[in-house]
């Protein structure tokens, strides 16, 4: 042995190290206590929660009645993500379906506009009858009464926080009592409006938007170990209906329309319109989301491919803001031993105001700890998005940030939500305020949480194929099964770097591929580094599935992370 390097991964066992029975270890060890229960949730209607458990969901039928027989002009407010957009098309299109004659108006927010969620009462104009605020709104109580007060009836179907019920306005949320399921998506909340419709108006129409119900709730990480939204997402993916997501899924290469699985929304669906939506134009997030509603084939394909060119663009204002990202977590950990919270405030124009989001959980992946990615708007307070890390002794970000008194907003989920505050003053003042009520905490975020610890050779195809059989069960609080797998063995010469910015590693071992994406040159130049012939054992820390390509069927480990433990002379084998 020439080198030994030293620089420790470090991975513990959730439970038992049980891979003669993966499918229910990896249950197990992701809180699931009723096993079977919760397999069969996705094909048993009685997973699914009665609609008239949601307070003021009569009200609400009512109300949409009444617009409905009047013939009345619609407005409806669509909030700036793939839960918004899928929810105002559900109801939108419903409505249609009822009543042809109904005149809808779908409102975007524009880039300028400082409110990015729920209605504006001056948007509002004076010819409208019913506001509809899907996926957002609840707590708007100020723009409820304005558009009371001028005679205009107002309808909130939601499923964020609410502080309370609003006085002026119908609201459909599932926190407003205890239904039970509180991780519904916006979109699924309107589903329950549409059910309640359809027995109202004795007709089955609802069904056909279940499909953007399973595109909501992963797009919108909503938990997938409720039995109500395994049993929508399990309907829901199992016949896409709506035209426009059939031609995006038609369109990428590493989906099948017959067999999408929660991965797929989240890698390929939903990508697509939130690139729309934080880098596009006003013409082009419209586009998109009239798109929702044609059947027209050359449209649709036009749609996918601005769709395509939004998210090349996205990338590329991502990939200009990470250096100058990655230069400020260097100087926050060389200035702090160990920060609770990573909090950058980023240069730039608007290009970056609607990325802070993405970068959050970039940058989320990067420093394992509660993130607040900021930039300084025109009018000069800090604005912009934070995430959540499960692992952080800080389990509800939102809550803690309000806890300062110094945030002047923080409004989504719990742990990722928009974020705003007057001065950087403040801004110090608060994460002052975090380290001092954490500073005692230590826990090691660098420890890797792993289902199973096996040596490379003992990773086979058979163990790769029967948790790939199950990749419909994946998605938030169903994490995928994590492997550490030591000393894996390759020569130099047999990692090959791939991809057009070339940052993705390939190698097999033992008749298993590895893979790994998005690698940095640097990590890329250490491991290449050296004589060619150099055998490199590492451990490895990732993920597996069966990989279908050209043809070709092979077992591969999806790499999170690695290390070099030695580095020798190859084997011969005679």
Request: some cysteine; hydrophobic content about 35%; charged content about 30%.
């Amino acid at each position: 042995r020439r080198e030994v390097m030293t620089n420790k991964l470090s991975y513990k066992l959730i439970s038992k190290n049980n891979h003669f029975d993966p499918i229910n270890t990896v249950l197990k060890n992701r809180g699931i206590k009723d096993i079977d229960g919760f397999l069969k949730a996705g094909e048993r209607v009685d997973s699914e929660l009665d609609y008239k458990l949601l307070k003021n969901i009569e009200k609400a039928v009512e109300l949409i009645k009444k617009h409905v027989e009047n013939n009345s002009t619609i407005f409806i407010q669509v909030d700036t993500d793939t839960d918004g957009f899928l929810s105002s098309m559900s109801i939108g299109d419903y409505l249609k379906r009822i009543n042809n004659q109904l005149k809808i108006v779908y409102n975007q927010h524009d880039s300028e506009s400082i409110k990015k969620h729920g209605i504006v009462a001056e948007d509002v104009e004076e010819q409208i009858d019913l506001v509809i605020v899907p996926d957002a709104g609840s707590n708007d109580f100020e723009d409820h009464k304005k558009l009371s007060d001028r005679g205009i009836d107002v309808l909130v179907i939601d499923h964020h926080e609410i502080i309370d019920e609003s006085e002026h306005a119908v609201v459909v949320n599932i926190n407003l009592n205890d239904y039970p399921n509180k991780e519904l998506s916006g979109t699924g909340v309107v589903y329950k409006v549409l059910q309640a419709l359809d027995n109202e108006y004795n007709v089955e129409y609802s069904k056909h938007y279940l499909d953007l119900v399973a595109i909501s709730l992963v797009s919108d990480i909503m938990r997938l170990d409720t039995y109500e939204n395994r049993y929508y997402l399990t309907q829901g993916l199992k016949q896409i209906n709506n035209p426009l997501i059939k031609t995006i899924v038609e369109s990428s290469r590493y989906t099948d329309i017959n067999k999408i699985v929660p991965t797929d929304v989240s890698f390929s669906i939903a990508p697509l319109i939130n690139s729309v939506i934080r880098v596009g134009t006003t013409e082009e997030k419209e586009k998109v989301f009239n798109a929702l509603f044609t059947s027209n084939e050359e449209e649709l394909i036009e749609t996918v491919d601005l769709m395509n060119k939004a998210k090349e663009r996205q990338e590329e204002k991502v990939n200009e803001v990470m250096p100058q990202v990655t230069k400020y977590i260097e100087e926050l950990f060389n200035n702090h031993e160990n920060p609770v919270v990573c909090a950058i405030v980023l240069d730039g124009s608007n290009d970056i105001a609607s990325l802070t989001g993405l970068i959050a959980n970039k940058v989320l992946s990067i420093v394992k700890r509660p993130v607040l990615i900021l930039r300084q708007s025109d009018k000069g307070y800090l604005s912009g998005s934070a995430r959540g890390f499960d692992k952080s002794p800080i389990k509800d970000f939102k809550q803690e940030v309000l806890n300062t008194g110094l945030f002047d907003l923080a409004q989504g989920h719990d742990n990722a939500f928009g974020v705003r505050v007057s001065s950087t003053n403040k801004l110090e003042q608060a994460l002052e305020k975090i380290q001092e009520k954490y500073k005692d905490y230590d826990i090691d975020v660098n420890v890797y949480d792993v289902d199973f610890i096996l040596n490379g050779h003992e990773i086979k195809y058979a163990l790769v194929h029967q948790i790939d059989k199950y990749n419909h069960l994946w998605g938030h609080g169903v994490e995928k099964p994590m492997f550490a797998l030591e000393n894996v063995e390759v020569e130099r010469r047999q990692i090959s770097v791939l991809g057009e910015n070339k940052n993705v590693i390939k190698f097999s071992y033992r008749d298993i591929d590895y893979i790994k994406f998005r690698v940095d040159s640097k990590e890329i130049r250490h491991l290449m580094s050296g004589k060619s012939t150099d055998l490199l054992t590492m451990n490895v820390i990732g993920s597996v599935s069966i990989n279908n390509f050209a043809g070709k069927t092979t077992a591969q480990v999806i790499i999170e992370d690695q290390e070099v433990i030695d580095v020798g002379e190859p084997k011969f084998l005679f």
